[in-house]
């Protein structure tokens, strides 16, 4: 392990240990050191006051030559353990005599003596020294000394500071690792708590603050640190949590906007179902009407015939009378069938570009005899130039025929003027037509209410003049489903004006239906023109019934697209849009009463007529979903053969003119078209036992 | 005395119909559904039918595709009757093949108008 990378405990006791030892070792040393040269020193000293000593007493000896005092001086020395060597030199240098100790190893002796003085010789002492006898010299002393003394006190020495550092360092160790706790002790609890927050996430936690030192400092700044996380960390669960509330809250909004957008449009669904009913309602009622007046005015007008032949006047004119209501109920009931038509949006266009001038003309003509009923004047002024228009003529005509008819009821003895200009305003070209009468006029108040459907201007005026006050209503609606306007200007007792501004070219756009059935119906002409008149979808799960289906309708000359599933067959519908599609009903997964109830939702392809073409026997199911043919497998080819060229005729010529298109599918889409005849079918097969097959 | 094959399923105005077409100078034979209708185009040879549009087995529209398929009974001039005064109505009437049409309740004088100028121009061709 890397000596940086040891923990502070044991760095701290490192330095410590370190620190101390040196210091010991050092002092120790040097103390030493000193003491080993001062005992040298006195070593040296020693010697040379026993070189004196010696020399003093062999001085005599040396003087006379008498060699045996002089040994027995030198011999003196063995008392002297470290002294190893001593030698007497004559004045001539020549050995006098020497002495060896008696542990000591015989050695040569240096010849002739050195220099005078103490020196260190390897490991020994060694003097020279001057013999003198009367201040005479008589000869040299040399004295060797083996240096034990210093040696022993060096090695004792050396024992002693061992044993000193080893203790010391032993006590230092204790020291140490008890003190560093001083310093290791705050910082690792420092890093046990922020170990703790890392681990437990829990900001609550504190570290203690032991001193004042810098590690205090740390620790108060890590606390202040941790506060503060733990105040944002509360803030931010309280938003957290908030945020939560609001997510449920609003997840809660959502499914209670769900919930209630689903209840409206399920309320929407059932108005719009209400609304259809109410619309097929009023069309069936005035079918049902229509055919008994029909029995009405059509015998009646025979009575007349008859009994006019056998000259019965008075009867005559009584079956006349019963004939002019029945006429009257007709018109009243053709009136509120085509206001509910109006209404349902189902009110088509059929377009078509005529000469205005003749169009009036023509009708004053034909009301001359009620216009002048009241004695009333008629004047005409058309523009010059008036040229042609494009617009619904039968629609335009019965605008102005009720707007005549209107001035004639309430004119008498006055003046009915119908004018007719072009102008152009903001680009667009229009036609103004306008009614001026010289009649009973009518206040602010019923001019509020005026084109109101069944309000007329006054409760009386209804028993005095009759209608149903429709007239207004539908002239008003019509003008709107051309773009147009109506209006009307007039004082009580004045006369009335009013004013029709139809554009010059209508369009086919209705713009009198509401915006929930032009959801619901089928999109302008456009889906119909890409219709693909020569080809036709077969969907059916059988591969024997697709080849059989295919072969035969190739032979009529259709281009057939097969599909083996309904799936497939939803998909080719909406990729080809075919003429007609026929459909088998058992099939996996999406079976097709599945793919019928598809077909019809989707506004692009509700407009395809569909045949059934299955085993199974469920008519009335297949018409309920819209289907416009029913038939029975073994499929009669003849009959199917009929059915699409029905479809392919009706087709056709909706595309050859694409705005009596969009108003024939308002008038009767081919399903509605289709179901009505065949529920007649059906009511009709009960009553003859005699169905299709 | 032209021959009128009249095909229509409501009895009264069958009934009425026919009398007064009778009294007209015509010829009346009557059918009452489209099936019935078409055979009799057939069996009777007619020389104008007055084609019903909602009519039970086989609606009008169908008999009037088939009498124009048809070169026996091509000929025929056919008015189809509805009761709706539809634009469509009207459209498909004339797609179909039919020589004219009228909306029922039938304004008896127009309708022999029409009757009138269809025989003519039968007999001229």
Sequence with gaps: MNLKDLSIKRKLMLITMLTSGLAVVLSSAGFLIYDLISFRQSLSQDLMTQAEIIGYNSAAAMAFKDESAATVTLSALQAKDDIVSAVLYTREGKIFTQYVHAKAARRDFPSPPQARGYRFEGSYLEVFRDVTLNGEPVGTLFLQSDMRQWNSRAKRYATIFLSFVLISGFFALIVSSKLQKLISGPILHLEDTMRMVSATKSYEVRATRFYGDEIGRLIDGFNTMLSEIQQRDTALHHANDELQTRTLELEGEIVHRKEMQKELLDAKHAAEDANRAKSAFLANMSHELRTPLNAIIGYSEMLEEETHELGKVESVKDLQKIQKAGKHLLSLINDVLDLSKIEAGRMGLHLETFEISPMIEEMVATLRPALSKNCNTVQVHLAEQLGVMRADITKVRQILFNLLSNACKFTDHGTISVDVNRGSDQGEEWIRFQVTDSGIGINAKQKANLFQEFTQADVSIARKYGGTGLGLAISYRYARLMKGRISVESEPGQGSVFTVHLPAKVTAEITGATPAEKANDVPAASPGMKSNLDTILVIDDDSTVRDLMSRFLTKLGFHVVAAASGEEGLRLAKQVNPLVVTLDVIMPDCDGWAVLNKLKADPELAEIPVIMVTVVDNESMGFELGASSYMIKPVDRDRLAILIEKHRLTRSSAVMDAQAFAASRRDASPKKDGGRVKRTATRNDRKTAAPIK | ?125
């Design chain 2, 1 to 125: 005395m032209p021959k009128i094959l009249l095909i229509e399923d409501n009895e009264m105005n069958m009934d009425m119909l026919s009398r007064r077409l009778e009294r007209k100078g015509y010829c009346v034979v009557t059918a009452h559904d489209g099936e019935e209708g078409h055979l009799m185009a057939h069996s009777e040879s007619p020389d104008i039918i007055l084609m019903d549009i909602s009519l039970p087995v086989m609606d009008g529209w169908e008999v009037t595709r088939l009498l124009k398929a048809n070169e026996a009974t091509r000929h025929i001039p056919i008015i189809a009757l509805t009761a709706h005064a539809l634009v469509t109505d009207r459209a498909k009437a004339f797609e179909v093949g039919c020589d004219d049409y009228d909306t029922k309740p039938v304004e008896f004088g127009r309708l022999s108008e029409k009757i009138e100028n269809l025989l003519l121009v039968r007999k001229s061709s």
